[in-house]
């Protein structure tokens, strides 16, 4: 799951800003590291990426592990 959400903030700069906010400065180092590493992706690697995240995030909150704030609720 990792190596997918690497993909995905790799594949949207304003998206990894946001994802990079809520980390530890340290673990947010640490991925920006692990992501240079990786090199460039395909297009198709980091949608396929995106899709393996929104369905676990969707999975979490089903199962009610994560609550999602959403606009206008």
Known sequence: MAEQVMARVRGGEKDGIKF?????S???AQMKDDIEIM???RLSTIEEAQQKVV???RRLEQ???IVIAR???
């Open 20 to 24: 990079f906010k809520g980390m530890s």
């Open 26 to 28: 340290r673990s947010a």
């Open 55 to 57: 369905q676990a995030v």
């Open 39 to 41: 090199g460039p992706q």
């Open 63 to 65: 199962n009610e592990e």
């Open 71 to 73: 606009a206008g609720g």
